[in-house]
């Protein structure tokens, strides 16, 4: 399977926990980017990166969101202190950065976060 | 406020009916793309269009680009309950943005 991977699957955590999420994206796509989806809309921007580099952070992602892509390839999304407000469905996507102005963006499974 | 409105949000018909989904903003778009999402799964990647005008076929599904790049639609001849899912709209606000904005989402539920 050569699609961008998310790990886990799902993820039910009590309030004040921390939780860190994966993602594999697509191995030649340097691009990689994070979005949040709440129940019955569509996902909204976090977070993106171009190789290890983070060239842009959503307002919405508060001070308790950490994203890191040490290498170049993985990335890991961290929520410290979670709030019921948190829950939701966390997708990861990649993209092969070029030139060209519309840069095809490809989702993993997402992880499901539950905070009880 | 939601920079690209879908319509309807909810649609249900019987299979072998004709559909279309609109996407619409005031904003223009430098590329818009069209995703179906199954439940827990993540956004499919359909169709991407980037000129004003453009239509793309994919099977019975056609799609179309405004031509002034503000608003796209979904068109699904003879409907089959495969189709079933939400409908995705995203797009690039600005040339060579790269984060996508996206619609709220048009779920489809094709009846046998």
């Known amino acids: 399977d050569t699609g961008v991977s998310q790990n886990p699957r799902h993820k039910i955590t009590k309030r004040g926990q921390n939780v860190t999420f994966r993602c594999d994206p697509i191995s030649e796509h340097n691009r990689l980017y994070w979005y949040r989806q709440t129940l019955g809309q569509g996902p909204e921007f976090l977070t993106y990166f171009q190789n290890e580099a983070q060239l842009e952070k959503s307002r919405l992602l508060s001070d308790r969101f950490s994203a890191e892509r040490p290498k170049g390839s993985f990335s890991t999304l961290e929520i410290q202190r979670t709030e019921q407000g948190d829950s939701a469905m966390y997708l990861c996507?990649?993209?092969?950065?070029?030139?060209?102005?519309?840069?095809?963006?490809?989702f993993g499974p997402g992880t499901r976060l539950t905070v009880l | 406020t939601q920079l690209l409105e879908q319509s309807p949000q909810f649609l249900s018909i019987q299979e072998g009916e004709n559909l279309t989904v609109y996407c619409n903003s005031s904003s223009v778009f430098s590329s818009l793309q069209w995703y179906r999402q199954e439940p827990g799964e993540g956004p499919v990647l359909l169709v991407t269009v980037v000129t004003g005008g453009e239509v793309k076929k994919l099977k019975r599904l056609t799609f179309q680009f405004g031509d002034a790049r503000k608003d796209s639609s979904l068109h699904i001849t003879a409907a089959q309950t495969g189709d079933t899912g939400l409908y995705l709209c995203a797009g690039r606000i600005i040339q060579g943005a790269q984060k996508l904005v996206f619609g709220q989402g048009t779920r489809l539920t094709i009846n046998p």
């Open positions: 996507a990649s993209s092969l950065g070029s030139g060209s102005s519309y840069n095809e963006q490809f």
